[in-house]
């Protein structure tokens, strides 16, 4: 048992992920119900019926009652992250935790599975406690942290994505080690594959820059004409395929059709939810090109764009080194080896997207949430520049003491914007403090957790009114208070009653702005949302 334990304790990122839990199972709770969710959890719980062999042998079976309340909006969304999930969450609900907690919670330790593929693959390139280093300062990056808990779209997707990249670049390592591929090489990185297109659309983006790793090492290897990597590499494709299938039942009807509908759809992202960006308010599709970039910049903690142009220099400067001691004089490209290759393959997974954002101009909205897979590749160069730390310090307190600066930033704002993370900027704006009023900050609205609980308070019974996504204020009400939508509803407001606005595009200043406020949710001068009582 002791060596176990010593095994175990040998992988640097295991104490990582175990600090991340135990923090975690301490301030699950405190997270709000956030706009996307209730319904997409609806999605979730509506699938069982989809996978009932009862309702498969009624006579009557259709496959559109597994999408949920919400069938328009969320039939296209493939549903295989709420299929994985949706057990633990009934778990946890048979053991008393009611189910927002609950899904925050198997959100976030499903996200310590992408900490953990983000430091598998950085050990590719870069030595263990570089890799644990970058893992850290991802990890506690608080916008990413915030979303970890709330967010059961994005960061997910970030996960199978890292985790298909991961896993399919050592697939094509053992194929080209190997001629003779085994099931276990292929199966778990194809059904990971699968899952990621599953989740969204754009999975497939990680199946092809293995694809285009596995011809380099197949080139290399001067075996192009041996079938044996390539029937690998097809069943790879095929059970990738078939896991996508059968974990999404919109394409259950008709695969292929139903299959490009959605990507045609999704490619556009269409759209037409207003968006605060520079103290003006935008359609989401007309947002100036400058928004990712912007967002890039200020949603992420300051060392970090530095940090990485630091490591993609002395990254490839290594690299370059390596292939030239080879060659024995200069850098030769006929040896390029596979790490160069993946390197470089990792590098275009973020800038290709990054690029076809600038030039396609898709609608955004949110801040980078729907772009959240392509930050890994950025930390992973982070790697680079930690190795070159370890590699020019010796002193341990130095290393530390360097660490410790470049992890702070994100561990002081995690602390002090609790449990509102996600609406982290950085100094380069002035902070969230100063973003407020010009860029959205609780664009979610999980502020009325913590504001409707105040008024719960308040044991004598109330009137609230809502002015956007009422459900989720029901959801936390206690039996004193009434919810109600206050969109259409305005002429029938009493004096005494309350109203509940958010700060989204500035709306408080808009709705009932004369009216007094009695609870306000803020971190520091952000206000997230206020109730109101009707004078």
């Keep these: 048992m002791n060596s176990f334990f010593q095994k175990v304790f040998e992988k640097p990122i295991v104490i990582l992920l175990a600090a991340n839990i135990i923090v975690g199972l301490f301030i699950f709770r405190d997270y709000g119900y956030s706009w996307d969710e209730p319904l997409f959890y609806d999605y979730g719980n509506a699938l069982g019926y989809a996978y009932s062999p009862s309702e498969w042998l009624s006579g009557h079976f259709d496959v559109t009652n597994s999408y949920g309340a919400s069938a328009d909006d969320h039939k296209t969304r493939g549903p295989a ?9 009934y778990l946890l609900e048979g053991l008393g935790v009611d189910q927002a907690s609950a899904w925050h919670l198997v959100n976030f330790l499903f996200f310590q599975l992408g900490v ?31 979303h970890a808990f709330i967010n059961p ?5 970030l996960t199978f994505f890292l985790a298909s990249v991961c896993l399919g670049f050592e697939m094509v390592d053992r194929l080209g080690q190997n001629s003779k591929p085994n099931s276990s090489t292929i199966i778990t990185p194809a059904l990971i594959l699968g899952i990621t297109t599953s989740i969204r659309i754009l999975g497939p983006l990680a199946g092809l820059l293995v694809l285009l790793y596995f011809v380099f090492v197949i080139y290399t290897k001067r075996n192009l004409d041996d ?19 059968l974990t999404w039942p919109y394409l259950w009807e008709n695969p292929v059709a139903r299959f490009f509908d959605v990507f045609r759809f999704m490619s556009d992202n269409p759209t037409n939810l207003s968006v605060l960006f520079g103290s003006q308010v935008y359609r989401a599709s007309d947002l100036p090109r400058r928004y990712l970039p912007f967002m890039l910049a200020t949603t992420l903690t300051e060392p970090v764009w530095i940090l990485f142009l630091i490591g993609v220099i002395v990254g490839y400067a290594k690299l370059i080194k390596q292939n030239a001691s080879k060659a024995g004089t200069a850098f030769d490209w006929k040896l390029i080896d596979k790490n160069m290759i993946s390197l470089t393959l990792v590098l275009l997974w973020f800038l290709i997207l990054a690029a076809y954002v600038l030039l396609r101009e898709p609608a955004l909205y949110d801040g980078i949430r729907h772009f959240l897979f392509i930050l890994p590749p950025i930390f992973i160069f982070i790697g680079f520049a930690f190795d070159s730390i370890l590699e020019h310090n010796t002193i341990y307190w130095l290393r530390a003491a360097i660490f410790f600066l470049f992890l702070w930033p994100g561990v002081h704002q995690i602390v002090r914007l609790h449990p509102y993370e996600y609406a982290y900027y950085n100094s380069f704006v002035g902070g969230t403090d100063h973003a407020f009023r010009n860029y959205e900050t609780d664009y979610w609205l999980t502020c009325y957790k913590d504001a409707v609980q105040r008024l719960n308070s308040t044991y004598d019974p109330a009137t609230l009114y809502v002015h956007r996504e009422a459900y989720i204020a029901a959801y936390y009400a206690n039996k004193n208070i009434t919810v109600k939508e206050l969109r259409g509803a305005a002429s029938e407001v009493q004096r005494g009653d309350y109203v509940l606005v958010n700060t989204r595009t500035n709306e408080d200043r808009r709705i009932w702005k004369d009216a007094p406020p009695l609870i306000q949710i803020q971190r520091g001068k952000a206000l997230f949302c206020t109730i109101k009582q009707v004078p």
């Design 116 to 146: 953990y593929f983000l430091y598998r693959l950085s050990r590719r390139w870069v030595k263990p406690t570089a890799a644990l280093a970058t893992s850290a300062l991802f990890a506690w990056q608080p916008m990413l942290w915030g």
């Design 227 to 245: 079938v044996k990597p390539w029937s690998g590499f097809f069943a790879y494709g095929l059970i990738a395929i078939l896991a996508m299938f």
């Design 81 to 89: 992250y709420l299929l994985l999930s949706r057990g633990p969450v």
């Design 153 to 157: 779209k994005d960061p997910p997707f």
